[in-house]
Nanobody, 125 residues
Framework: QVRLAESGGGLVQAGNSLRLSCHAT????????MGWFRQAPGKEREFVGT????????IYADSVKGRFTISRDNGQNTVFLEMSNLKPEDTAVYYCAGRSGSKYPGVRASLYDYWGQGTQVTVSS
C-alpha cells in the first residue's frame, strides 16, 4: 500500500509561485502514473495534471496549461507540482493521487485508487 502526503501549500498573492510536493511511503510508486487534482469550496474535484511513471508524458487541464508543471523523482518517491503566475481562481485544496494499476496518465479521478489528504492553496488578489 502506498501512502501519500502533500506539502507546500500556503497563502500567496496573485502572480506569484508555489511548489507542491507529494511524498510517497510504503510500497514503491515508481511504476504508477500520478496525478494532481484540486477542489475549491462548493465545487467538485477537478483534474489539474498527470504524469506517467517515468515522467515522459504529462497532461494538463486547459486552465493551468503553461502555468503549472508536474515532475517526479522516483528515487525520492516524490511528485512535484510547480505553479506559477497563480490566480485567485487557483484557490483550492490540492490533492495528489496514484494509479497502482497503470503506468500511464489519466485525467479522470475515478482512475486513481489512492489519494493524499490534500494541501490548501490560497491565492489573494
Amino acid at each position: 500500500q502506498v501512502r501519500l502526503a502533500e506539502s507546500g501549500g500556503g497563502l500567496v498573492q496573485a502572480g506569484n509561485s508555489l511548489r507542491l510536493s507529494c511524498h510517497a511511503t510504503g510500497r514503491s510508486f515508481s511504476d504508477h502514473a500520478m496525478g494532481w487534482f484540486r477542489q475549491a469550496p462548493g465545487k467538485e474535484r477537478e483534474f489539474v495534471g498527470t504524469i506517467s511513471w517515468i515522467g515522459a508524458t504529462t497532461i494538463y487541464a486547459d486552465s493551468v496549461k503553461g502555468r503549472f508543471t508536474i515532475s517526479r523523482d522516483n528515487g525520492q518517491n516524490t511528485v512535484f507540482l510547480e505553479m506559477s503566475n497563480l490566480k485567485p481562481e487557483d484557490t483550492a485544496v490540492y490533492y495528489c493521487a496514484g494509479r497502482s494499476g497503470s503506468k500511464y496518465p489519466g485525467v479522470r479521478a475515478s482512475l486513481y485508487d489512492y489519494w493524499g489528504q490534500g494541501t490548501q492553496v490560497t491565492v489573494s488578489s
